[in-house]
Every structure is written in C-alpha cells, then in structure tokens.
C-alpha cells in the first residue's frame, strides 16, 4: 500500500513507519521538515502536499499539538494552538485527502488517552481527542467506496514519560503503540477508536 505517514520524524509517527515499512508497504514521511513538507495548521500547505504525493490507499496522521495547561493558565494562544493544530489539522488532512484516498482506503488519526481518562492540564487535549473522536465516527457514515476512517487513542508512550520526567514501565513504548497502526489499517472496522493491546480504558 501507498501510505502517508503525517508525523513521521515523531516519537510515535517514526515508529508506525517503520512498522509499515517492514511489512513492505510504501510510506511518504510527511511533516514540516520532510520534502514534501506540510504544515496541517496551513489549509493551503494541505492542498499542496496532496497536489505532489497523488492518490493513496491510507492516510495515518500521527501529529498534532495541543496545550498541557491548567485550565486557568491558558492563553488565548495556547487554546486556539490546539484547536488549529491537532484538532483541525488532522480533520482538514482527512478531509482534504479524502480527493486522493483510493477505494477501500483508510484514514487513520490520532486522539489519545486522556479522552477518556483526564488528567490536571489536560482540558485542550482531553477536548481536541473527544472531538477528533466524534468527527471519526460521524464522518465514517459518509465515506463510500469501502474507505474508512479509524482513530487511535495511545495512552502515555514509554519515551515520552521518560521525557517528561515520569515513570516509563507501566506504559508501552512507541514500537507496541505502532501496533495499534498497523491493526487499524489492515482490518476491516470503521468510525470506531482503536487502543493500544492492553491499554483499552474502562467504560470506552
Ligand atoms: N507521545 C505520547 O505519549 C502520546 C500519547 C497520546 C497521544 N499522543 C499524540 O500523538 C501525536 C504524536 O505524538 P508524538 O509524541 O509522537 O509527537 P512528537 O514526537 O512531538 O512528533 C510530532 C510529529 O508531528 C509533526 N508535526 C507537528 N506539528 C505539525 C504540523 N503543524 N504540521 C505537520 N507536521 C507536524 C512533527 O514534525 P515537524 O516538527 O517536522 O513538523 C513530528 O513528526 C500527538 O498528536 C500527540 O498528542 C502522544
């Protein structure tokens, strides 16, 4: 398959291409700094992006920034940041790829854990996933020709709670977060979250 791969120089993004890539498929690296590069918070970047990598069989967008504030500390930017950027990036990817998205092709974008479960400084990232969820599951019923559309939600990755200070070894690392990837492409579900094996939070 010929996939695009949005985020692919990042923690988790890297990892799922080269999942893909060992499984034989075809990946595009897709970021700012890639050639051809894309900004998702720039509509017209998204156009021109699609207007060089043409048709595909999957779109994975494994990028996207939101705020980790407290609700009271954000800034008039910090909000409209995360919606921008990994709410309405990720949507205007999907949407503006769905042109280039082969039949029986698979969108496949990223949420997160804290939809469900939040956390102190979460409120734009526990906003952004619950709404990039509804968008799944919604725009799913409009999609025709066998195309789908899937959201993943990691929970913490392994060396992004290193990094920020926390204990690594309750959480899968980037490499057992790919997984959940390579699961929403090759099966045959549809407008339905997709969660790391051993990581689906209760009542989800
Ligand atoms: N890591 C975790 O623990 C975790 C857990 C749950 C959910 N998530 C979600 O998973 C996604 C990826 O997380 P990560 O930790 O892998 O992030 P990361 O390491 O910071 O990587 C982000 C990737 O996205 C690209 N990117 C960022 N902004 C972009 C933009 N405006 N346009 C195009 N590309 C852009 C970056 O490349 P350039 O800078 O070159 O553009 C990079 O390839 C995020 O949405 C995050 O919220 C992460």
């Known amino acids: 398959m010929k996939i695009v791969v949005l985020g692919a120089t990042g923690t988790i993004g890297k990892a799922v291409m080269e999942l893909l890539q060992s499984k034989g498929h075809e990946v595009i690296a897709a970021a700012r700094s890639t050639s051809p590069s894309i900004d998702i918070t720039d509509p017209a970047s998204i156009d ?30 910090q909000v409209q940041l995360s919606i921008n950027s990994k709410l309405l990036g990720q949507i205007n990817m999907v949407r503006k790829g769905l042109t280039r998205l082969r039949p029986n092709g698979v969108a496949v974008i990223t949420g997160g854990f804290l939809a469900y479960i939040p956390a102190p400084q979460t409120a734009m990232i526990a906003m952004v996933n619950a709404g990039l969820e509804g968008f799944t599951k919604a725009a799913a019923l409009d999609l025709t020709e066998g195309r789908r559309i ?52 209760s009542g989800s």
């Open 48 to 77: 021109r992006f699609y207007a060089q990598v043409g048709e595909v069989d999957a779109i994975v967008s494994v990028a996207g920034e939101a705020a980790f504030v407290q609700v009271d500390k954000l800034t008039d930017e």
């Open 150 to 201: 899937l959201i993943v939600h990691p929970p913490w990755v392994a060396e992004t709670a290193a990094a920020l200070g926390m204990d690594p070894s309750p959480w899968p690392n980037a490499a057992k977060t790919a997984e959940a990837y390579l699961t929403a492409i090759e099966g045959t579900k549809t407008g339905k979250p997709i969660f790391v094996e051993g990581f689906t939070p």
